[in-house]
């Protein structure tokens, strides 16, 4: 039997004075805390930590990540340490509850902690937990979940002349907001020329130029499972290769469910142009990059891996992965077709988010096609913006994608049939969800604002 995890959400509230200041200022924080185990209380349980830290006037970082230590019997405590920004600095809180059995209450609900900035003291002060009103909430948001599967490969290539299958990854280490992309690639030309496999690793620093190395084109081997070639593999779970200044190596561990973003029949029967899937939603990355004389440690870097399968590249298109937090997941491909007649037709829209464990729409074709309850949804795609709108049922969203030119990478792809793209890729985009419902009229339900995290492209002929 496979082994269960534990999720669960804590809100504290309370008062924080910083060394540059006299007086106190309110705090909030709102934590979701993530374990690979049953939380039990002999034992001591370590879980990854996301959420929003608040200071009055000073501080508030939706994207505060750190790493909470529960062990009330074994070590009697039960210490957080959460890394946040406040005006462009990088502050650590670190605390923790000192469990006891003479003052149980007090012991589990306050907490006692010091802001540091690159070791030194910069602040102090006292987070609560607010029993009247967040004992409910806290027990209520507890879930068990059994770890996802493995990711797959979801192999679709044969070798068959006139198609093309994608491998790549995206990510964006927390740390240094640095994002990646490893791209790998498998075409068969149209002539019969004989398949080959090629691709590129590229890194795009928060502050500096985006740097890139391609590998190939090789041969296809016959690789039956992942993507391999000489020095390069992606595989379930490991990603390695090397591309003349660059060497990778991470290990990739799933963090959701699989993710479908054209309809799920197109990818087991290839009718469609092209078809693209993601084996999990979300994944955690770990291991090191390093490109010329620099190294990126990455730890727990949230992103993802994708397929694609087709005949080639769009007429035009664009494309979003956006990790909005807590597991949510919006993933976004709009496009004109090649195909005589679907090219005269404006872009088709294919949208999915995952929103608390569900995806909106239930149906990939519903934002493409539109019908009852919900018209086609729309794409206005160029740089260095490019939008998407629509409605289905009682939900509609609207979503910005910016591409800073400096933050973009432009490279050249070759299709099947030997004709060129152009795709322009940041994995440093910025990006603005509004997500509302009908209720008598439009109430916002969710917004989020991503700055330099989200993973967007736009390409064209």
Same mark, same amino acid.
């Given at each position: 039997?496979?082994?269960?995890?534990?999720?669960?959400?804590?809100?504290?509230?309370?008062?924080?004075?910083?060394?540059?200041?006299?007086?106190?200022?309110?705090?909030?924080?709102?934590?979701?805390?993530? /374990?690979? *185990? @049953?939380?039990?209380?002999?034992?001591?349980?370590? =879980? +990854?930590?996301?959420? !929003?830290? %608040? $200071?009055?006037?000073?501080?508030?970082? /939706?994207? *505060? @990540?750190?790493?909470?230590?529960?062990?009330?019997? =074994? +070590?009697?405590?039960? !210490?957080? %340490? $959460?890394?946040?920004?406040?005006?462009?600095?990088?502050?650590?809180?670190?605390?923790?509850?000192?469990?006891?059995?003479?003052?149980?209450?007090?012991?589990?609900?306050?907490?006692?902690?010091?802001?540091?900035?690159?070791?030194?003291?910069?602040?102090?002060?006292?987070?609560?937990?607010?029993?009247?009103?967040?004992?409910?909430?806290?027990?209520?948001?507890?879930?068990?979940?059994?770890?996802?599967?493995?990711?797959?490969?979801?192999?679709?290539?044969?070798?068959?002349?006139?198609?093309?299958?994608?491998?790549?990854?995206?990510?964006?280490?927390?740390?240094?907001?640095?994002?990646?992309?490893?791209?790998?690639?498998?075409?068969?030309?149209?002539?019969?020329?004989?398949?080959?496999?090629?691709?590129?690793?590229?890194?795009?620093?928060?502050?500096?130029?985006?740097?890139?190395?391609?590998?190939?084109?090789?041969?296809?081997?016959?690789?039956?499972?992942?993507?391999?070639?000489?020095?390069?593999?992606?595989?379930?779970?490991?990603?390695?290769?090397?591309?003349?200044?660059?060497?990778?190596?991470?290990?990739?561990?799933?963090?959701?469910?699989?993710?479908?973003?054209?309809?799920?029949?197109?990818?087991?029967?290839?009718?469609?142009?092209?078809?693209?899937?993601?084996?999990?939603?979300?994944?955690?990355?770990?291991?090191?990059?390093?490109?010329?004389?620099?190294?990126?440690?990455?730890?727990?870097?949230?992103?993802?891996?994708?397929?694609?399968?087709?005949?080639?590249?769009?007429?035009?298109?664009?494309?979003?992965?956006?990790?909005?937090?807590?597991?949510?997941?919006?993933?976004?491909?709009?496009?004109?077709?090649?195909?005589?007649?679907?090219?005269?037709?404006?872009?088709?829209?294919?949208?999915?988010?995952?929103?608390?464990?569900?995806?909106?729409?239930?149906?990939?074709?519903?934002?493409?096609?539109?019908?009852?309850?919900?018209?086609?949804?729309?794409?206005?795609?160029?740089?260095?913006?490019?939008?998407?709108?629509?409605?289905?049922?009682?939900?509609?969203?609207?979503?910005?994608?910016?591409?800073?030119?400096?933050?973009?990478?432009?490279?050249?792809?070759?299709?099947?049939?030997?004709?060129?793209?152009?795709?322009?890729?940041?994995?440093?985009?910025?990006?603005?969800?509004?997500?509302?419902?009908?209720?008598?009229?439009?109430?916002?339900?969710?917004?989020?604002?991503?700055?330099?995290?989200?993973?967007?492209?736009?390409?064209?002929?």
């Amino acid at each position: 039997m496979t082994s269960r995890g534990t999720v669960f959400k804590e809100t504290m509230l309370g008062r924080v004075r910083l060394g540059d200041e006299q007086g106190d200022r309110p705090v909030r924080v709102d934590l979701v805390a993530r /374990a690979d *185990a @049953v939380l039990l209380p002999h034992r001591t349980t370590r =879980a +990854r930590l996301t959420g !929003r830290l %608040r $200071i009055a006037g000073r501080a508030d970082d /939706a994207e *505060a @990540v750190g790493e909470l230590e529960i062990s009330p019997l =074994a +070590r009697h405590r039960i !210490r957080y %340490r $959460i890394t946040f920004a406040l005006e462009g600095r990088r502050l650590l809180l670190d605390g923790w509850k000192s469990v006891s059995p003479a003052r149980p209450l007090t012991s589990m609900t306050v907490l006692p902690f010091t802001l540091y900035e690159e070791g030194e003291r910069v602040g102090e002060g006292t987070l609560r937990f607010p029993l009247a009103t967040g004992l409910l909430p806290f027990l209520a948001s507890f879930r068990f979940p059994r770890p996802a599967a493995p990711v797959a490969p979801a192999p679709k290539w044969d070798g068959t002349p006139g198609r093309t299958e994608v491998w790549y990854t995206t990510l964006t280490d927390p740390a240094t907001g640095t994002g990646v992309w490893l791209h790998h690639e498998l075409v068969a030309p149209t002539d019969g020329s004989g398949a080959y496999a090629h691709g590129w690793a590229a890194v795009f620093p928060k502050d500096g130029p985006v740097e890139y190395e391609r590998f190939g084109p090789e041969p296809w081997t016959g690789e039956p499972q992942g993507f391999r070639t000489e020095g390069v593999r992606a595989q379930p779970g490991r990603l390695a290769g090397s591309a003349g200044a660059f060497t990778w190596d991470l290990t990739e561990t799933p963090d959701g469910p699989p993710l479908h973003t054209f309809p799920r029949w197109s990818w087991r029967r290839p009718l469609l142009p092209a078809s693209h899937m993601l084996p999990a939603a979300r994944c955690r990355y770990s291991g090191t990059l390093r490109h010329g004389t620099r190294e990126l440690p990455l730890e727990e870097a949230p992103g993802a891996s994708a397929r694609i399968y087709g005949h080639g590249n769009a007429r035009r298109w664009a494309w979003l992965h956006a990790d909005l937090g807590d597991g949510d997941v919006l993933e976004i491909i709009a496009a004109v077709s090649q195909r005589p007649g679907l090219n005269r037709l404006p872009p088709l829209v294919f949208l999915r988010l995952l929103r608390h464990g569900r995806t909106w729409p239930r149906r990939a074709e519903r934002t493409a096609v539109g019908w009852a309850g919900g018209g086609r949804f729309r794409a206005a795609l160029g740089l260095p913006e490019w939008r998407v709108a629509g409605r289905v049922g009682r939900r509609r969203i609207r979503v910005t994608v910016t591409q800073p030119p400096e933050r973009t990478l432009t490279l050249t792809y070759t299709d099947p049939d030997g004709s060129t793209a152009v795709c322009r890729n940041s994995e440093t985009a910025d990006a603005v969800v509004s997500l509302e419902r009908w209720w008598g009229r439009w109430w916002q339900e969710a917004e989020w604002r991503l700055t330099g995290t989200a993973h967007a492209e736009a390409g064209d002929r």
